[in-house]
């Protein structure tokens, strides 16, 4: 639980489960489940496609409160999609901080190794 370790990233993951709105040009709105977020983007789980290379908005809440930012679909395996943030200067502070404070949450879960 907590940060995962699995891949070499520049900003650590966090599991984030809330729902998530997505606007799309080419398939309007749609609604999803988040996985996880970084400093960076945020993964969920769609049931309906969203084209790669496009850029959306996204409207979900984190602990602090709500968020709309405009992301990239970066990439895509079954129903899962990986979105980077594309225009974080407005929501970045917004997104470190929740991500900063679910660091400390999640680490509280994790067995305490000796």
């Known amino acids: 639980m907590g940060v995962y370790p699995v891949e070499n990233r520049s900003h650590p993951r966090f599991k984030l489960g809330v729902d998530i709105w ?62 980077e943030f594309v225009d974080t200067d407005s929501m970045h502070e917004i997104i470190r901080r929740a991500c900063r404070d679910l660091a400390i949450d999640q680490s509280l879960f994790l067995p305490d190794i000796q």
């Open 22 to 83: 997505i606007n799309s040009r080419t398939c309007g709105r749609l609604k999803g489940r988040t996985i996880d977020i970084s400093e960076s983007g945020i993964a969920a789980i769609l049931t309906l496609e969203a084209p790669l290379g496009e850029i959306l908005e996204l409207d979900f809440t984190l602990p602090s409160g709500p968020v709309m930012i405009l992301a990239m679909v970066r990439q895509r395996n079954a129903f899962r999609y990986g979105f």
